[in-house]
């Protein structure tokens, strides 16, 4: 049962602190998104990346978010300095084709908690 | 600008009973239309799509949805309610246009509670 996978499921660190969460998309996709979930806003997207190449960050504030793709199995969305209005649910997901009809199936979740 | 309106915070509904949790959109050219489920404490699984062609789409769970260009409605429902169909619903739209991208925007969602 393919799925993507999310890492760490939780974390709590200290306002300044560098926070790293990564992703490991759906064998075979070519599409990468990363979304923020919070009570206020809803589901954002941060970014969006196709074969690696990042296509859409116009949603991360650039002075402290950077996504990143090393390779086709690994995504990483890190924040540097944290700070406590970072706090939410970070959702990764990923599609087969970039197709625009494409389903997105998305990992659990990493839970940020920044103090 | 593309956009999701689903209307309803939460919706009570009794368990037997037929279900419908509401989604409005807008966007420019051909709307491509998603339905998402969330379960406390975990990612959001696909229900259903339309992309073209018969109005009305079959989706997992016994779900469907029903797609009316000229009210720009996609309406998520269900013949009969079960108590773990409660979650949190997400309407969401991909739109064809100049500069798109092709990302999804979401609604703010719509909690389904079931009772007994």
């Known amino acids: 049962d393919a799925r993507v996978t999310q890492t760490p499921r939780h974390k709590v660190t200290e306002m300044g602190q560098e926070v790293t969460m990564r992703c490991q998309p759906i064998?075979?996709?070519?599409?990468v998104f990363w979304y923020r979930q919070t009570m206020m806003q809803g589901l954002e997207l941060l970014a969006y990346f196709r074969n690696r190449a990042p296509l859409d960050d116009s949603g991360m504030p650039k002075d402290r978010f950077s996504a990143e793709m090393p390779d086709a199995t690994l995504a990483t969305l890190k924040i540097q300095p944290s700070e406590p209005r970072d706090s939410a649910v970070y959702f990764c997901?990923?599609?087969?084709?970039?197709?625009?009809?494409?389903?997105?199936?998305f990992g659990p979740g990493t839970r940020l908690t920044v103090l | 600008a593309q956009s999701v309106a689903q209307p309803e915070d939460q919706v009570n509904v009794a368990e037997g009973n037929p279900l419908t949790v509401k989604c409005t959109y807008s966007?420019?050219?051909?709307?491509?239309l998603f339905w998402y489920v969330q379960y406390p404490n975990r990612g959001l699984q696909f229900l259903l799509k339309y992309i073209t062609g018969d109005n009305l789409v079959k989706g997992s769970y016994g779900f469907e949805a029903e797609f009316n260009k000229s009210q720009t409605s996609f309406h998520l429902k269900k013949p009969s309610a079960l108590v773990s169909d409660s979650a949190l619903y997400f309407c969401?739209?991909?739109?064809?246009?100049?500069?798109?991208?092709?990302?999804?925007?979401f609604g703010q969602g719509t909690t389904l509670q079931v009772k007994p």
């Open positions: 966007v420019s050219g051909n709307p491509y």
């Open positions: 969401a739209v991909r739109g064809v246009g100049s500069g798109n991208t092709g990302k999804l925007i």
């Open positions: 064998l075979g996709h070519n599409t």
């Open positions: 997901a990923s599609g087969p084709s970039g197709s625009i009809t494409d389903t997105q199936y």
